[in-house]
């Protein structure tokens, strides 16, 4: 009696949730609905008949049943109805059941994901690339609605349906298994790459009917963003794809597949070399994140990586790669190869502020730049306490961004250990000076070392920096050249005042500006040696205070070509110059032999000096 009483609820509650289905338009969203399967909320439903019967040919019935929670995407009648007619199919038992299985797959994801759960980007199906088990991607874009691979919506009215072991979401067209096209038109990001594949399919190259089949698969394409393809359209100084000859655009296409060769992000190893379908090689890197180094030298960030698909897999990249090839067509300005550069950006905005891009567009002069990251100039902007460069004075940020540029160009390999002089002026008129150390690497002024050099442009070359260049006090020269540490000790001894502070005084505010002769390490060991000390620490307090004035004279930036002969008054007291011989004599009648001259900084200027000047003894 029992049994029976058990077998008439069970068929009195599958009639009640049939007749609740279809007076709620096929939707069960009743409160009971979860206490059943997918697959017994897919039974109960007419609309969903030809799903049911597609799940028991494919044998799938039971992976919708069971209690592993999923989130299915779930097709009506009228979407397989439709998909049959596309692929030329007269009735579900015509589709082979490998296909047919694979495409239910498809449409199977994980985990329960409701509506409110679900955001623009990948998820990845139960379907997979032939037998490897990686699954197949789904690109869900909530732009517009809910929509699947850029084909299937989901039905609002008929989502969430929640079920025991998941939730349904009716959509209305059938998710087919995905190419690699399918990837690049389901994502919105990649409408201008789609655009260019369009545009580049002529004189027998059909990229899209390339991509969507199996010929010469599987594919692995590196899929440049909108952003990506704007930075090189601005970079070549054109307004759209249209502007760009067909042979070169097919050239650059080429060389972001990689053919035959499913290339997943687990695969990629630092320093692997690997062939495009273009015929050059582009260069693995993982350091500070995966990327390829193309023939510009300048990386592309991997951004987005595993989009797989049945005949490939996309990884989306920041920076339109460009090869060797094209480059020789192209031949980019230092300009041109920072706006191709995502890492470049803010730079390239600083330059549009500054007024200065034309000048490193001009292919009659030649420039080595120093171009900072954009980490570097974020760092840069908070170290000042700044939100953004629209707070940096145009006239400052111009200053420092001169600072970063040499005339002429010069590789990491000419470049040597001393100074140099960039664009930036100290009163407008007199360049100021970068010291370069390459005792290791390529370090500019003690606070800047080169990540990434020799990018060559058509006007010269750029060397990616690791930190902004600010505008050097004498202070920096000091610390920045080792040849000076004794000097730096002596300055920064704790008994001494703050000579480092004194001397980083911004010109324009007294005493700066400040010329300096600054005694080098050897001077300094001549002079302990001179008077019979041990070392430094052995000069007392007063005779150093005193010897270190005796070096500065405030309020003035006294050039090479300004020193005149006879006596100037520093800090601590008269000196007297022999313009003609560059010597100087302190007070004590010993002479010093000026051997370096003119290291220009913003708030004053260096000469490098043999001896250490006495006060009088």
């Not at 100290?426 to 500019?444: H, K, P, Q, W």
């Amino acid at each position: 009696m029992k049994k029976l009483f058990k077998w008439a609820f069970v068929a009195f509650l599958a009639i009640t949730v049939v007749a609740c289905s279809n007076d709620d338009d096929n939707n069960p969203t009743n409160p009971d609905s979860s206490d059943f399967t997918i697959t017994n909320i897919l039974q109960s439903n007419s609309d969903y008949t030809s799903l049911v019967a597609a799940l028991n040919r494919a044998g799938l019935t039971g992976a919708l049943d069971g209690v592993e929670e999923r989130t299915l995407f779930a097709p009506t009648n009228a979407a397989f109805e439709q998909f049959l007619n596309d692929n030329g199919f007269p009735s579900l038992e015509e589709v082979p059941v490998d296909v047919l299985t694979e495409t239910l797959l498809n449409h199977v994801v994980n985990g329960s994901a409701f509506s409110t759960d679900l955001t623009t980007g990948y998820l990845n199906s139960l379907a997979s690339f032939g037998d490897t088990g990686f699954n197949l991607s789904l690109f869900v874009d909530l732009s517009s609605g809910i929509r699947v691979n850029g084909v299937s919506s989901v039905v609002v009215a008929n989502a969430d349906v929640e079920a025991s072991n998941g939730v349904i979401h009716q959509v209305d067209a059938v998710i087919g298994i995905p190419t690699v096209v399918t990837q690049a038109t389901a994502n919105p990001d990649f409408s201008v790459l789609v655009e260019a594949l369009v545009a580049g399919s002529t004189n027998g190259v059909d990229y899209v009917a390339l991509l969507s089949g199996t010929e010469g698969s599987p594919f692995t394409v590196f899929a440049p963003t909108n952003d990506a393809f704007a930075g090189l359209l601005e970079a070549l100084g054109l307004d759209s794809l249209d502007q760009i000859p067909v042979d070169l655009l097919q050239t650059v296409l080429n060389y972001h597949v990689i053919a035959a060769s499913n290339v997943r992000a687990g695969d990629l190893s630092e320093g692997a070399e690997v062939t495009t379908f273009q015929g050059e090689d582009i260069l693995i890197t993982l350091d500070g994140g995966p990327g390829i180094i193309d023939a510009t030298g300048i990386k592309a960030n991997i951004i987005a990586t595993d989009v797989q698909s049945s005949n490939g897999i996309v990884h989306a990249i920041d920076k339109v790669i460009l090869p060797q090839e094209a480059i020789d067509v192209v031949n980019p300005t230092i300009a041109g190869l920072a706006m191709m550069n995502a890492d470049l950006s803010i730079l390239v905005d600083a330059l549009g502020r500054a007024g200065l891009v034309d000048t490193l567009n001009d292919r009659n002069a030649e420039f080595t730049v120093f171009a900072p990251t954009n980490t570097a100039f974020l760092a840069f902007l908070d170290s000042l306490g700044l939100d953004s460069l629209d707070d940096v004075p145009v006239d400052v940020l111009t200053q420092v961004l001169l600072n970063h540029v040499l005339t002429g160009t010069a590789l990491s390999t000419d470049l040597s250990t001393g100074y140099v002089s960039s664009l930036a002026t100290f009163g407008g008129e007199d360049n100021l000076s970068m010291y370069i150390s390459t005792a290791d690497g390529v370090r500019i002024n003690g606070v800047s070392s080169v990540a990434a050099a020799d990018q060559t442009a058509a006007n010269g070359v750029v060397h990616v920096v690791d930190a902004v260049i600010g505008l050097p006090t004498v202070v920096t020269f000091a610390t920045a050249d080792p040849t000076f540490e004794t000097l730096v000790a002596a300055l920064t001894r704790e008994d001494q005042p703050d000579f480092a502070g004194i001397l980083s005084t911004p010109n324009g505010t007294e005493p700066a500006p400040f010329t300096v002769f600054a005694p080098t390490n050897d001077a300094f060991g001549d002079l302990l040696a001179e008077l019979g000390l041990g070392g430094l620490g052995d000069l007392d307090t007063a005779t150093l205070t005193a010897t270190l004035n005796y070096h500065v004279i405030g309020g003035a930036n006294v050039r090479e070509e300004d020193l005149s002969s006879g006596d100037v008054g520093t800090l601590g007291g008269n000196i007297t110059i022999n313009a003609a011989a560059a010597t100087i004599t302190d007070p004590n009648g010993r002479v010093i032999n000026i051997v370096v001259t003119n290291v220009q900084a913003a708030n004053g200027v260096v000469h490098v000096i043999n001896r250490v000047i006495l006060p009088p003894l």
